[in-house]
């Protein structure tokens, strides 16, 4: 509190003065003070919902928890490339039953292969000798380095003797191998937490603080029912679980990792050459449309082609553009990414470059925090995928950024300061019974912001966005029910992609009007089917490949559309029923990768002259996706996915949906307890 009102933020300021106007109106002296002043129905209302938002003692939600023995949690923690997951995944292997909590579905898919083949040893087994460690997992276990014994976590081969059958589960896919099975993995939002495991894996913790989706580690932390639980990430987390394990009365170790191989900052930056960049750097740049351009240029500059990978992209193509930058055959020889390069992408980087230290956080350019450039660079010189003494290099395209990169890599973790808490079924049904019957949802968040009280060491989740996605859903999902617009606000929608919201609205309008959705209908109402069907007859026509700056128009609503069929899925592993294509779902989507493939092709294919160079990079594109045909997509018509549709069903120009930017002026606290009280104003009786 102290710091956010020494910063001089007005909107801090209207926060505790409104939340010290509540809470002091449901004391004893406050509703004493008001008595006369303020009618006794205003009162009884603040006080209804100054209760009904308490948050004060939030891990009594999870009761099943809190009323079993005391937990035990280790933290491994270091840099990356130390090791930190070493011990933690083979722990879960060995749990009779065991469950694998992380941040990107890429990740939950690879412990469940993994653990299915029998390929993580298990504490306490030895790897038969002949074992060969796999340079390819995408995490971060090192080969622990016992003088004169080689320690194997992930064998390159699976052994029969370790094999444990393990489901997964992520928002948008399920794979049950056996009901029986005693191992899960799975995305944190999709943790089971009243489900008792005698092991549990939490990945990337330093993530429970993240503005957008930390509450999602924060209920883990809090609500798991486990034994033994292992957190793994930075050191920044540490002092932040210690207060909360603490309150918990759990017990907490912490096993820290050294990285396994030297990171070194250059002597020089590139001095903004170009023709600088050799084999095995990967550039980092913080602007997506920037990020074609780079690639162009560096292509340009050295004759050697570059992957690309950025947040936008589906997990599916970022991983298949690392594996061709790592594939000695391949003829990509750099790598051009944003900060999305930082988690869950196996990545043999020998040198990290980058093009900017500054990045823009949706209201102004800020520099990179030390915990963003110490994460970035640790991707250089990964143990185990280069000599064993190679050391990581960083440094950066232009010379006044290499001195802050300098500064940052020795520099302390900074302490998280909250871990976040978000909206549940628990938090937010008394706070709907406590407001006005005909209060909108943005409203709720509001009550989380202003009138919430929490303990020190939480802090509720980015309001504003939520506020952004609850704004959208009372304009068009006024018939669902409270628990189902949480499920609509906790879904994968990108509520400032206005594109993407047309896709989720047209999903919910049409469950609104046949409570049942079909995936075609749904694209086809959300303005997306039509640009669809013409990407993929750019991709199959004979003529000319479109020019570059088509290509990204083309990839940029790709990437639209694969976020709502990510969308229908999540929903149909909700609602069954109501959405029942999830195969034909699932088949869109990864006709939807392939064309984004395609389109990542063409633009190398057009700036090194190939003659023909759409039908070259459909040729490239089938090379590396031998299972999926070329038969299978062509002849692809606009009836291809639905019905008739006629090529003038919309006229409609690509353009390029950077989102709504979301501003708010700071209210006087009495204005803003008001929008809380609706009908029963605060206002004084004269």
Same mark, same amino acid.
């Not at 933690?88 to 060995?94: D, Y």
């Not at 090379?623 to 997509?633: A, F, I, L, M, T």
């Given at each position: /509190?102290?710091?956010?009102?020494?910063?001089?933020?007005?909107?801090?300021?209207?926060?505790?003065? *409104?939340?010290?106007?509540?809470?002091?109106?449901?004391?004893?002296?406050?509703?004493?003070?008001?008595?006369?002043?303020?009618?006794?129905?205003?009162?009884?209302?603040?006080?209804?919902?100054?209760?009904?938002?308490?948050?004060?003692?939030?891990?009594?939600?999870?009761?099943?928890?809190?009323?079993?023995?005391?937990?035990?949690?280790?933290?491994?923690?270091?840099?990356?490339?130390?090791?930190?997951?070493?011990?933690?995944?083979?722990?879960?292997?060995?749990?009779?039953?065991?469950?694998?909590?992380?941040?990107?579905?890429?990740?939950?898919?690879?412990?469940? +292969?993994?653990?299915?083949?029998?390929?993580?040893?298990?504490?306490?087994?030895?790897?038969?000798?002949?074992?060969?460690?796999?340079?390819? *997992?995408?995490?971060?276990?090192?080969? +622990?380095?016992?003088?004169?014994?080689?320690?194997?976590?992930?064998?390159?081969?699976?052994?029969?003797?370790?094999?444990?059958?393990?489901? /997964?589960?992520?928002?948008?896919?399920?794979?049950?191998?056996?009901?029986?099975?005693?191992?899960?993995?799975?995305?944190?939002?999709?943790?089971?937490?009243?489900? @008792?495991?005698?092991?549990?894996?939490?990945? $990337?913790?330093?993530?429970?603080?993240?503005?957008?989706?930390?509450?999602?580690?924060?209920?883990?932390?809090?609500?798991?029912?486990?034994?033994?639980?292992?957190?793994?990430?930075?050191?920044?987390? =540490?002092?932040?679980?210690?207060?909360?394990?603490?309150?918990?009365?759990?017990?907490?170790?912490?096993?820290?990792?050294?990285?396994?191989?030297?990171?070194?900052?250059?002597?020089?930056?590139?001095?903004?050459?170009?023709?600088?960049?050799?084999?095995?750097?990967?550039?980092?740049?913080?602007?997506?449309?920037?990020?074609?351009?780079?690639?162009?240029?560096? $292509?340009?500059?050295?004759?050697?082609?570059?992957?690309?990978?950025?947040?936008?992209?589906?997990?599916?193509?970022?991983?298949?553009?690392?594996?061709?930058?790592?594939?000695?055959?391949?003829?990509?020889?750099?790598?051009?990414?944003?900060?999305?390069?930082?988690?869950?992408?196996?990545?043999?980087?020998?040198?990290?470059?980058?093009?900017?230290?500054?990045?823009?956080?949706?209201?102004?350019?800020?520099?990179?925090?030390?915990?963003?450039?110490?994460?970035?660079?640790?991707?250089?010189?990964?143990?185990?995928?280069?000599?064993?003494?190679?050391?990581?290099?960083?440094?950066?395209?232009?010379?006044?950024?290499?001195?802050?990169?300098?500064?940052?890599?020795?520099?302390?973790?900074?302490?998280?300061?909250?871990?976040?808490?978000?909206?549940?079924?628990?938090?937010?049904?008394?706070?709907?019974?406590?407001?006005?019957?005909?209060?909108?949802?943005?409203?709720?968040?509001?009550?989380?912001?202003?009138?919430?009280?929490?303990?020190?060491?939480?802090?509720?989740?980015?309001?504003?966005?939520?506020?952004?996605?609850?704004?959208?859903?009372?304009?068009?999902?006024?018939?669902?029910?409270?628990?189902?617009?949480?499920?609509?606000?906790?879904?994968?929608?990108?509520?400032?992609?206005?594109?993407?919201?047309?896709?989720?609205?047209?999903?919910?309008?049409?469950?609104?009007?046949?409570?049942?959705?079909?995936?075609?209908?749904?694209?086809?109402?959300?303005?997306?089917?039509?640009?669809?069907?013409?990407?993929?007859?750019?991709?199959?026509? +004979?003529?000319?490949?479109?020019?570059? /700056?088509?290509?990204?128009?083309?990839?940029?609503?790709?990437?639209?559309?694969?976020?709502?069929?990510?969308?229908?899925?999540?929903?149909?592993?909700?609602?069954?029923?109501?959405?029942?294509?999830?195969?034909?779902?699932?088949? =869109?989507?990864?006709?939807?990768?392939?064309?984004?493939?395609?389109?990542? $092709?063409?633009?190398?294919?057009?700036?090194?002259?190939?003659?023909?160079?759409?039908? $070259?990079?459909?040729?490239?594109?089938?090379?590396?996706?031998?299972?999926?045909?070329?038969?299978?997509?062509?002849?692809?018509?606009?009836?291809?996915?639905?019905?008739?549709?006629?090529?003038?069903?919309?006229?409609?120009? @690509?353009?390029?949906?950077?989102?709504?930017?979301?501003?708010?002026?700071?209210?006087?606290?009495?204005?803003?307890?008001?929008?809380?009280?609706?009908?029963?104003?605060?206002?004084?009786?004269?």
């Amino acid at each position: /509190m102290a710091r956010d009102l020494s910063s001089g933020n007005r909107s801090a300021a209207d926060r505790y003065y *409104t939340k010290i106007l509540f809470e002091w109106a449901s004391l004893p002296q406050g509703q004493q003070a008001l008595e006369g002043t303020v009618p006794a129905e205003v009162v009884s209302r603040m006080q209804a919902l100054f209760h009904a938002a308490d948050l004060s003692k939030v891990s009594w939600q999870y009761v099943i928890t809190r009323c079993s023995p005391p937990r035990k949690f280790i933290m491994h923690v270091g840099p990356t490339n130390s090791g930190k997951t070493h011990n933690a995944l083979r722990a879960l292997a060995a749990a009779e039953r065991g469950i694998y909590a992380g941040p990107l579905r890429l990740l939950a898919h690879e412990i469940y +292969d993994r653990l299915n083949k029998g390929q993580i040893v298990p504490l306490g087994a030895e790897p038969p000798v002949e074992a060969e460690p796999d340079s390819q *997992t995408n995490f971060d276990i090192g080969e +622990d380095a016992a003088p004169g014994k080689k320690q194997v976590v992930v064998t390159k081969t699976g052994n029969p003797e370790f094999v444990r059958p393990c489901n /997964m589960v992520t928002g948008e896919e399920q794979k049950i191998v056996s009901k029986d099975a005693t191992l899960l993995s799975c995305t944190v939002e999709m943790t089971p937490l009243s489900t @008792y495991w005698d092991v549990a894996v939490i990945d $990337e913790i330093q993530l429970i603080a993240d503005r957008q989706r930390g509450g999602a580690w924060t209920a883990a932390v809090l609500g798991l029912n486990a034994g033994e639980i292992h957190l793994c990430g930075e050191e920044s987390a =540490i002092p932040l679980i210690e207060s909360i394990v603490r309150e918990l009365g759990d017990t907490l170790e912490v096993q820290r990792y050294n990285r396994l191989t030297p990171l070194v900052v250059a002597d020089k930056s590139l001095g903004g050459d170009l023709s600088k960049i050799q084999e095995g750097d990967c550039v980092v740049a913080f602007s997506r449309s920037g990020l074609f351009g780079l690639k162009h240029s560096i $292509e340009k500059a050295t004759k050697m082609r570059c992957a690309l990978a950025y947040g936008r992209l589906p997990p599916e193509i970022r991983s298949e553009q690392a594996a061709l930058f790592n594939d000695p055959q391949s003829d990509y020889r750099v790598i051009v990414g944003s900060d999305a390069i930082g988690m869950g992408l196996n990545l043999k980087i020998k040198r990290v470059i980058f093009e900017a230290v500054h990045k823009w956080d949706g209201g102004s350019m800020r520099v990179l925090s030390t915990s963003q450039i110490k994460q970035i660079a640790g991707r250089a010189g990964r143990f185990g995928l280069h000599d064993s003494d190679a050391a990581g290099v960083v440094t950066t395209l232009h010379e006044p950024d290499l001195e802050i990169v300098r500064k940052a890599l020795p520099a302390p973790f900074e302490p998280l300061q909250y871990a976040r808490l978000h909206m549940s079924v628990e938090t937010v049904t008394p706070i709907v019974r406590a407001l006005p019957w005909d209060a909108k949802g943005a409203t709720i968040g509001d009550v989380f912001l202003y009138v919430s009280k929490m303990a020190h060491m939480f802090e509720f989740q980015d309001v504003y966005e939520i506020n952004d996605a609850m704004k959208t859903i009372d304009s068009f999902a006024d018939c669902l029910t409270i628990p189902s617009r949480l499920i609509v606000q906790n879904s994968p929608c990108p509520w400032r992609d206005n594109y993407a919201v047309d896709g989720a609205r047209a999903i919910l309008e049409i469950y609104r009007e046949k409570l049942q959705v079909r995936v075609e209908e749904a694209l086809h109402r959300g303005r997306l089917l039509h640009k669809l069907n013409r990407a993929l007859l750019l991709m199959q026509a +004979d003529g000319p490949a479109p020019d570059s /700056m088509t290509t990204v128009q083309v990839l940029n609503t790709l990437e639209t559309v694969h976020k709502v069929l990510d969308l229908y899925l999540w929903f149909s592993y909700r609602y069954a029923v109501a959405f029942p294509d999830r195969k034909n779902a699932f088949d =869109i989507r990864q006709l939807t990768e392939l064309a984004m493939d395609w389109c990542l $092709e063409v633009l190398h294919q057009t700036r090194v002259g190939s003659r023909d160079a759409a039908a $070259e990079a459909r040729k490239a594109v089938m090379h590396r996706r031998p299972q999926q045909k070329e038969d299978e997509v062509s002849g692809v018509s606009e009836e291809t996915i639905v019905g008739k549709l006629t090529s003038n069903a919309y006229t409609e120009n @690509y353009y390029d949906p950077n989102g709504v930017s979301f501003s708010s002026s700071s209210h006087m606290f009495l204005a803003k307890a008001n929008i809380f009280l609706g009908p029963w104003h605060l206002s004084v009786v004269r």
